[in-house]
């Protein structure tokens, strides 16, 4: 069986130093264990994973998280205690048990305590943390539900624990810290103003451009489908062979293949929907998808502005 929830086959898996994904409330994670080099490398073989793109490691408990970490600046602990276990990746200079594999060779590592049962769970019975990018080959959409992840990587994957479909759907939040301040390296479901509430200032949000960017989720073109993308000016009636995602309601006398995010005009269920939602236009074989530019005056919309953009690969939204 490709699936199933046995956390002690998982379990076995890791140990020997295979590959596992594994369910967490932003997206599947493709886990190994996170102090073994050869299993971190099965992990950018199997996604075909650029090697300057560092990987995010998991632990059961903040305690646990932070044992792989030096020089904790007193925000980190802060933001650990406010938004841990939850969505949020913290990245701190690393001790030298964390190998460069996992790093990319950068002094610092991504940290963060998922919050969902069964990983929690898998996690308490390891004696090592797992590093897990998202599930799904790089730059394609990321997997909300072990399907998504079998559609994709069933012939290279040992396993897969189901946990059922994320709730929260969209990669968590990335905070880094430049001179003892805190910047935003991607945003997600926890937000600048979330952030602000703990530390007494937003953070700025911090962009580096270029060849080796800070956190890929960065890069212009990534969590895409393989069908081009367009963005919509205004409610456009897509053509035949073409498809549209809309946010919260369609145009009338609208036929064929689209998606709405949330008819309730929710953005917690358009962050949740976003990728299903994606990869079930993808499967039509379109030739376009036209996406519709998020209403403004809707609330803090900025993770999944900055996912759309990518998506598309271009923007019109500055996030
Ligand atoms: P993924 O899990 O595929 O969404 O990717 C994890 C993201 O975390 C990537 O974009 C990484 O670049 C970022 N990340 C992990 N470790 C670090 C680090 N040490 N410094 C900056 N970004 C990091
Ligand atoms: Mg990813």
């Known amino acids: 069986m490709l699936c199933g929830n046995d956390i002690a086959k998982a379990k076995a898996l890791l140990e020997a130093g295979d590959v596992v994904a594994v369910p ?169 103003e979330d952030i602000g509430q703990v530390l007494g200032y937003i953070p700025e949000r911090s962009e580096s451009p270029g060849e080796r960017p800070a956190a890929p989720g960065m890069l212009s073109s990534h969590y895409s489908p393989k069908t081009p993308m367009e963005w919509m000016e205004g409610k456009h009636l897509p053509k035949r062979k073409e498809g549209a995602l809309y946010f919260s309601n369609r145009p009338q006398g609208m036929y064929g293949s689209y998606e709405i995010l949330s008819e309730q005009g929710s953005l917690m269920e358009a962050a949740r929907r976003l990728y299903g939602c994606l990869r079930n236009l993808d499967k039509l074989g379109l030739q376009k998808i036209w996406v519709e530019i998020i209403p403004e005056g809707i609330g803090n919309a900025e993770a999944l502005k900055d996912r759309l953009n990518r998506a598309v690969g271009k923007a019109p939204f500055t996030p």
């Open 24 to 192: 967490t409330e932003t997206v599947y994670g493709l886990a190994a264990n996170a102090l073994n080099p050869k299993a971190i490398s099965k992990i950018f073989s199997v996604k075909g994973r650029p090697d300057f793109d560092p990987l995010i490691v998991h632990a059961a408990t903040k305690e646990a998280a932070f044992a792989w970490a030096k020089d904790i600046p007193d925000e980190a602990l802060a933001l650990a205690e406010a938004f841990w276990p939850g969505p949020l990746t913290l990245v701190l200079p690393k001790i030298k048990a964390i190998p460069a594999e996992v790093t990319s060779g950068l002094e610092t590592v991504g940290l963060r305590v998922p919050n969902h049962t069964i990983l929690k769970r898998l996690l308490e019975t390891l004696d090592f943390p797992l590093a897990a990018p998202s599930a799904n080959p790089f730059g394609y959409i990321s997997p909300t539900t072990a399907e998504h992840v079998a559609d994709q990587l069933r012939d290279r994957i040992p396993y897969i624990l189901d946990g059922g479909s994320c709730t929260i759907g969209l990669e968590s939040t990335i905070v880094g810290f430049v001179s003892g301040s805190a910047v935003i390296l991607r945003p997600g479901h926890i937000k600048k």
